[in-house]
């Protein structure tokens, strides 16, 4: 019996994809260059379901790749050539929402900002929030790691992840963590968050709430060009205060988000500064008044400061629709993301200016320049003879900016398929080895999201990993 025929044992002709026109649906995601016609999709909706797909593949020595919303802008959950998708939407339940406690359970197709709108009644949120916020999953945040415009204080999806039950490639199942910020033994959470899926599903999630800040402010700074804007974000820096969130824009970015969500931004600007300040009232307010002098000496052309929730939450809107926004200036872009040492940004945004000028395309800059994680637009027209293979040279001449600098070449999208080519020049061959043997130690056959991540000839048997694991599988 072959892996479709026993899926359909599983699910019926009801929760399942084999038609050739309906799996084109799920051939990409976010990065759309990259498509793989799927073997056949399943729905499940309860984790045994899930335990039962995997061990078929397992058994037929299938490639799987579990997939959300298909928001990944690496490539992330392409199907494996020949592969199941594993589609978990559908497991969107909050099993469990303690305001005691500030936790909650949930299952990993439910959307992250499903999770703050039922947290909200008892004065809590979950901070992670990237800026597919309204539609990505949380288990597609777990399996990328996903930051967002305020990881700069609050961290990253690995900072609140506190336990996973998850379905190892082989289809054991077993409770990583707990609920509690101190486990201890090796922090298997951490080593599964951001495995981009290389290492099984997760099918519970438990994470922690945070309480809603006392006070908010928000301000919104216009400068004449970029390097302006970046020397305002290292004064912020170094002048010893904690924003929320520093987040810039520069000029393409802005005409775009303008004309998609009308903002109301500052007209004329080279590029736009959004700091926001969370927390105690009266620790807010002080913080405030320290923030907007250092603003107004950087050389602002105008500051604003939102004066309501509906003044802060358009600013927000502007900023986190500018990915989309683009594709009103361009037929097509590539989005990339790779981060640098802060006191070298203005060095690296430089760089990256020459870079395209040299390529001749337009690059649309929107980037979390608190931490130095770097969002460049690569716009392009792929009707234009060896215009796409430029912007692709150039995306690629961006990531080595960022290994060059010391940085990384992926702050919160992954490496996925689009970027395992750099992970060599990142990483030395022996931590290469070390990360491959650990992966197939932990997926023998290789079947979990096959294909992401490690070059080609990386993945090769290991020594080291189920040893880390506890000793008996949790239901």
């Keep these: 019996m072959g892996i479709v025929e026993r899926l359909r044992r599983i699910y019926g002709p009801e929760r399942m994809v084999s038609d050739p026109a309906a799996l084109r649906v799920y051939e990409t995601d976010g990065l759309a260059s990259e498509r793989q016609m799927p073997l056949t999709v399943v729905f499940p909706r309860e984790a045994d379901e899930v335990v039962a797909t995997v061990r078929a593949c397992f058994e037929d020595e299938v490639a799987f790749v579990a997939r959300g919303s298909g928001t990944s802008l690496s490539g992330g959950s392409v199907p494996p050539p020949g592969g ?14 303690d305001p005691d406690e500030q936790r909650a359970v949930v299952e990993p197709g439910v959307v992250n900002a499903h999770l703050s709108q039922a947290a909200a009644p008892y ?3 979950y901070a992670p929030d990237p800026s597919s916020q309204v539609i990505c999953t949380l288990g597609g945040n777990v399996a990328f790691n996903s930051g967002g415009a305020h990881c700069l204080k609050y961290g990253m999806t690995s900072n609140h992840v506190l336990g996973l039950r998850v379905v190892l490639p082989d289809g054991t199942v077993e409770r990583l963590g707990g609920s509690s910020l101190e486990v ?6 951490g080593l599964f968050v951001g495995s981009e899926g290389l290492m099984g599903v997760a ?3 438990t994470v922690r709430l945070l ?14 060009s970029l390097q302006q804007a970046g020397e305002a974000v290292a004064a ?3 002048s010893g205060l904690l924003p929320a969130a520093m987040e810039i824009m520069d000029r393409l970015a802005i005409e775009a988000a303008e004309a998609a969500v009308h903002a109301n931004y500052p007209k004329g600007a080279g590029a736009l500064l959004i700091v926001e300040l969370d927390g105690p009232r009266d620790e807010v307010e002080s913080d405030f008044v320290r923030l907007h002098e250092l603003i107004r000496r950087s050389g602002a052309t105008e500051v604003r400061v939102a004066s309501d929730d509906a003044e802060r939450l358009k600013i927000w809107k502007g900023r986190k629709g500018a990915f989309s926004a683009v594709g009103r200036l361009s037929p097509a872009y590539l989005v990339q993301d790779g981060v640098v040492p802060r006191t070298r ?4 945004l430089c760089e990256i200016e020459q870079l395209a000028a040299a390529a001749g395309l337009r690059v649309a800059n929107v980037f979390h320049a608190g931490d130095g994680n770097l969002h460049p637009l690569i716009l392009y027209d792929g009707r234009r003879h060896g215009e796409r ?11 080595r900016v960022c290994i060059r600098q010391g940085g990384s070449i992926t702050g919160e999208h992954g490496v996925g398929l689009e970027k395992r080519q750099f992970l060599g020049e990142m990483f030395a061959e022996d931590d290469l080895r070390a990360m491959a043997r650990l992966r197939r130690e932990m997926d023998p056959l290789g079947i979990a999201n096959r294909g992401k991540m490690f070059p080609p000839g990386f993945e090769e048997a290991g020594e080291a990993g189920r040893a880390l694991l506890p000793s008996a599988a949790a239901g």
């Design 345 to 348: 940004l203005g060095e690296a």
């Design 236 to 238: 912020v820096v170094e």
């Design 203 to 205: 099918v519970e999630i």
């Design 389 to 399: 293979e430029r912007a692709e040279e150039l995306a690629a001449a961006i990531l």
């Design 211 to 224: 309480p809603k800040p006392e006070a908010v402010r928000t301000l919104l700074a216009a400068y004449g």
């Design 84 to 97: 199941v998708v594993i589609a978990l939407n559908r497991m969107n339940r909050i099993l469990r929402l």
């Design 123 to 125: 004065g809590l949120y």
């Design 184 to 189: 201890p033994g090796p922090d298997l959470v």
